[in-house]
T-cell receptor
Framework: AQSVTQLDSQVPVFEEAPVELRCNYSSSVSVYLFWYVQYPNQGLQLLLKYLSGSTLVKSINGFEAEFNKSQTSFHLRKPSVHISDTAEYFCAVSEGDAGNMLTFGGGTRLMVKP | DAGITQSPRHKVTETGTPVTLRCHQTENHRYMYWYRQDPGHGLRLIHYSYGVKDTDKGEVSDGYSVSRSKTEDFLLTLESATSSQTSVYFC????????????FGEGSWLTVV
């Protein structure tokens, strides 16, 4: 069975500082990896995903994540955060094609301070 | 906008009463899911559907049932609500045209008192 661990439940950071949100997974097969973001009282929005190909994937708002198969990790990074990045971030994994379910980590609350 | 509508968005109900949450999609996707979100647990799968009248259990299915009589609608029913079912419920969809990506609705906040 697959599982996802987000090592930090909360990450406080000052505006314009870099940030890394850590995600590790366990699975016995090839996986697809996702980061979702949730703003207060809203649903989950897809931030970025790794399906195949380049192990470095990027979002339109400056986040990036790198799939590291040997370390079974998919850490999320941003070189300079904004107040508007304050949200909860969820790492998730699925083991195959559409129709296969997502397994989520417990979430990391990113708190950007001025 | 992923074309998913959940209703009701907020509900308070009493212990022991039945509750039905509705998910409606306009994307004609084959797969639909119900997740619940609780602090520290992320999202956990309750039930999912892979077609009309085709459903299966997820990780936390006890106390819940689902039905899918049409492609666009997926209903989640709590037959007799308990306080442990106080949660935020999210519907999600995926299909061939979405690739391997699951898209989520805005959530339904349920409080059982």
């Amino acid at each position: 069975a697959q599982s996802v661990t987000q090592l930090d439940s909360q990450v406080p950071v000052f505006e314009e500082a870099p940030v890394e949100l850590r995600c590790n997974y366990s699975s016995s097969v090839s996986v697809y990896l996702f980061w979702y973001v949730q703003y207060p009282n809203q649903g989950l929005q897809l931030l970025l995903k790794y399906l195949s190909g380049s192990t470095l994937v990027k979002s339109i708002n400056g986040f990036e994540a790198e799939f590291n198969k040997s370390q079974t990790s998919f850490h999320l990074r941003k070189p300079s955060v904004h107040i508007s990045d304050t949200a909860e971030y969820f790492c998730a994994v699925s083991e195959g094609d559409a129709g296969n379910m997502l397994t989520f980590g417990g979430g990391t609350r990113l708190m950007v301070k001025p | 906008d992923a074309g998913i509508t959940q209703s009701p968005r907020h509900k308070v109900t009493e212990t022991g009463t039945p509750v039905t949450l509705r998910c409606h999609q306009t994307e004609n996707h084959r797969y639909m899911y119900w997740y619940r979100q609780d602090p520290g647990h992320g999202l956990r799968l309750i039930h999912y559907s892979y077609g009309v009248k085709d459903t299966d259990k997820g990780e936390v299915s006890d106390g819940y049932s689902v039905s899918r009589s049409k492609t666009e609608d997926f209903l989640l029913t709590l037959e007799s609500a308990t306080s442990s079912q106080t949660s935020v419920y999210f519907c999600a969809i995926s299909g061939t045209s979405s690739g391997n990506t699951i898209y989520f609705g805005e959530g339904s906040w349920l409080t059982v008192v």
